[in-house]
C-alpha cells in the first residue's frame, strides 16, 4: 500500500477501489479490459512501460506507480471496458460529457501542456519514442501512442511566436467514454503531462 500524507485525500478512493477489486474476478477484469493474466499477475502496458500488477491485493512487481496513477488504474480495472475503437479521435470537448467540464480540461491540460511543450519542441522525437509512438505530420510537432491496450491518445503541439502563444491539443480515441468517466478522463491528461514533464527533463539532460 502507498503511503499517505495526513489528511490526503487520495486515502479514501484508494481503499475503496481496492476492496472492491478483491472481491472481483480476475478473469473478467481481464477480458473486459483487454488485459493479459497469467493466474497472478495482470500485465497492464502504460505509456510505453509494462505494469504487472498481483490480483487480488493489487501489488506491484517493482516500483510503485504514482498515487494517482494507482487511482486511475484501480478505476479502469473496476468500472472501466475496453470497447472497439471505430476510428475517429476526439477532443475533451467532443465527448458525450466534454463540454460541461471543457474550461476544466483546458486550463488542467491543455493550456499547460503547450506552455511546457513552449521552446522545446526539438525533444519532441524523444518523448515519441520514450512512449512507443508514431510521429504525426499535422502539427509543428506531435505523436500517437497508446495509453492502455486499445486506448489511444493523439498529442498535437504548435510552438508559439511574436503573434501567437503555444497551443497544444490532446485527442483520445472514440472508445475512452467508455473506459473512463469525465473527471478520469481528466486524470488522464495529468498522468500523461506528469510523464512528459519527466520524460522532457530526461531530454534536456
Known amino acids: 500500500m502507498p503511503t499517505f500524507e495526513h489528511n490526503n485525500k487520495e486515502r479514501m478512493p484508494y481503499e475503496h477501489y481496492t476492496a472492491l477489486l478483491a472481491q472481483m474476478d480476475p478473469i473478467e477484469i481481464s477480458a473486459r479490459c483487454g488485459l493479459d493474466w497469467d493466474g497472478q499477475w495482470l500485465s497492464v502496458p502504460l505509456m510505453g512501460q509494462t505494469l504487472r500488477v498481483r490480483l487480488p ?43 460541461v467540464y471543457f474550461r476544466q480540461f483546458q486550463g488542467r491540460c491543455l493550456t499547460r501542456c503547450a506552455w511546457m511543450f513552449s521552446g522545446k519542441l526539438a525533444h519532441v522525437p524523444y518523448l515519441c519514442q520514450a512512449l512507443k509512438g508514431t510521429p504525426l505530420p499535422k502539427c509543428d510537432a506531435g505523436f500517437a501512442f ?42 488522464v491528461g495529468d498522468i500523461l503531462l506528469n510523464r512528459c514533464k519527466t520524460l522532457l527533463k530526461e531530454a534536456q539532460g
Do not use: H
Open 146 to 187: 497508446n495509453f492502455l491496450p486499445g486506448l489511444d491518445i493523439q498529442l498535437l503541439l504548435w510552438d508559439g511566436d511574436e503573434e501567437f502563444p503555444p497551443s497544444a491539443q490532446i485527442l483520445f480515441s472514440d472508445n475512452f467514454p467508455a473506459a473512463f468517466s469525465a473527471e478520469d478522463m481528466a486524470f
Open 57 to 99: 491485493d493489487f501489488g506491484f512487481d517493482g516500483p510503485e506507480p504514482p498515487v494517482p496513477t494507482q487511482i486511475l488504474l484501480l478505476r479502469y480495472l473496476t468500472c472501466g471496458r475496453l470497447e472497439p475503437a471505430a476510428g475517429k479521435f476526439l477532443a475533451y470537448r467532443d465527448m458525450p460529457w466534454g463540454e
